[in-house]
């Protein structure tokens, strides 16, 4: 193997490496807005942790940030939760960080 390939291989493996973390920070992500959500919609314990997983698998399901934002919008519409879009947002950009910044630690 030339040192080209050997190259190749390595920014390959770089780059799966980094996108599983990044699968795992966004479902960590989830799963901590997920809480935060479920606090503002009144939700304890068991309930809270349901919403929780919920929200994880539609982020799993659906693939998109965007999936999960719609469903805690819909979510606090539903319930009277005021929370404008750029809170939501910031709220997930917020936690994204948090989240990332565990996933590395536990790396």
Not at 30 to 45: D, F, P, Q, R, S
Not at 58 to 65: D, F, I, R, V
Not at 94 to 103: I, R
Request: hydrophobic content about 45%.
């Amino acid at each position: 193997m030339g040192t080209f390939d050997k190259r190749e291989e390595s920014f390959e493996k770089r780059f799966v490496h980094e996108q599983e973390l990044r699968f795992r920070a966004v479902a960590r992500r989830n799963k901590l807005l997920g809480a935060w959500a479920a606090e503002k919609l009144g939700k304890i314990g068991g309930d809270a942790q349901a919403y929780a997983d919920a929200l994880v698998a539609t982020g799993a399901l659906q693939g998109t940030s965007e999936a999960v934002f719609a469903k805690v919008k819909k979510d606090f519409a539903g319930a009277g939760v005021a929370q404008s879009d750029h809170q939501i947002r910031r709220t997930m950009d917020e936690l994204l960080e948090a989240a990332t910044a565990e996933v590395k630690a536990g790396e």
